[in-house]
């Protein structure tokens, strides 16, 4: 059986998209697996051990210039590329018009379906028109996880039910180690997110690192604009421990969160992958709901406040002595992959 999943954007959720691999791989394990994906994320996929071939879509980039020469030829190969395989199932778990014209656009072998969501969940930008490109539409709760999302909308589709624990398949980057890497555990904070509601105070995360140091513990500062190397560089002001990492290219990021000893992140994408490798994480909602994405597949993972309702420093440095034990443990923990 040959499998496409259209499901291009964003980072967090591409990464909860992933535990439908492992689910038709689990039931289907002769099942070829592809994926389209915006061409930022080709090699995050890459990472999954079920994915056979990626197909990169880059119409964030072809939007800028769509009457260049270049564009179009690329868009050509695109198409070329989407067409070059006959699939039993396509499946579109984003439901969106420009996700649903790809699936459209993909080959179907005879008898073949297209699969997608038959409505959208609480606050997501789901397209009801997206749903004319489907030949089965699967319902899903208004309050369906985002995880879940896309597990359920698989296994109607191929008749079998969800009963495990999400399994996100990936592989640790294979690079060689950077510079910047400590060889001591650290904490990664991911504070930065695109919408500052989402944000927890920075007097909180000066606390939390305050109480990392007593630890022996470095806090290493991503970020990924020059507003949020702004943010992280005045955090470190305050910081005893903290170090401000350069602009980290997208596989260096992913491997500060799959070696981190603990991560502490707002509802952001990296936040997210650290808690899919399974790292100790603490994940902060402070403007959205928590329902939607908290990582609820490991012990390793905290999750702590939820719509309008930021957590507290003692909620987190709590979920800090959960994870890592007395202050003492620290220095024997490893950095490995869980």
């Not at 689910?23 to 002769?30: A, N, Q, T, V």
Request: aromatic share 6%; charged share 20%.
């Amino acid at each position: 059986m040959k499998i496409l999943i259209v499901r291009v954007s964003s980072l967090g959720d591409v990464v909860h998209n992933m535990p439908m691999v492992a689910d038709i791989l689990r039931h289907y394990p002769d099942a070829h697996i592809d994926w389209v994906v915006e061409e930022a994320y080709e090699n995050l996929v890459r990472l999954n051990t079920g994915v056979r071939h990626i197909i990169p879509y880059a119409l964030r980039r072809w939007r800028k210039s769509l009457l260049s020469a270049s564009t179009r030829a690329e868009m050509r190969i695109f198409h070329q590329r989407l067409r070059a395989e006959t699939y039993d199932i396509v499946f579109d778990t984003q439901g969106l018009l420009k996700t649903g014209v790809v699936m459209r656009m993909a080959r179907l072998a005879p008898g073949g379906k297209r699969v997608g969501l038959a409505n959208g969940t609480e606050g997501s930008g789901y397209e009801g028109a997206s749903r004319i490109f489907h030949t089965m539409s699967v319902p899903v709760g208004v309050r369906t996880h985002a995880v879940m999302r896309g597990r359920l909308v698989a296994a109607a589709a191929l008749g079998y039910t969800v009963d495990q624990p999400a399994d996100f398949s990936l592989r640790a980057p294979d690079m060689p180690q950077p510079a910047w890497l400590p060889s001591i555990p650290y904490a990664a904070f991911f504070h930065a997110t695109a919408r500052p509601s989402k944000q927890w105070m920075p007097e909180r995360w000066v606390q939390i690192a305050r109480l990392l140091a007593e630890r022996g513990m470095p806090v290493l500062l991503p970020w990924g604009s020059e507003a949020e190397k702004q943010a992280a560089q005045q955090l470190a002001a305050h910081m005893p421990n903290a170090h401000v990492l350069p602009k980290l290219p997208m596989m260096e990021a992913v491997l500060l969160a799959q070696r981190a000893t603990l991560a502490i992140g707002v509802d952001t994408g990296l936040t997210h992958i650290a808690a899919a490798y399974k790292r100790p994480t603490i994940e902060l909602y402070c403007d959205s709901p928590r329902w939607k994405t908290e990582g609820n597949w490991s012990p390793n993972i905290i999750n702590l406040g939820d719509l309008g309702t930021p957590p507290s420093v003692d909620d987190v440095a709590n979920a800090v002595r959960q994870l890592l034990g007395p202050a003492n443990q620290t220095a024997s923990a490893g950095t490995g992959n869980a």
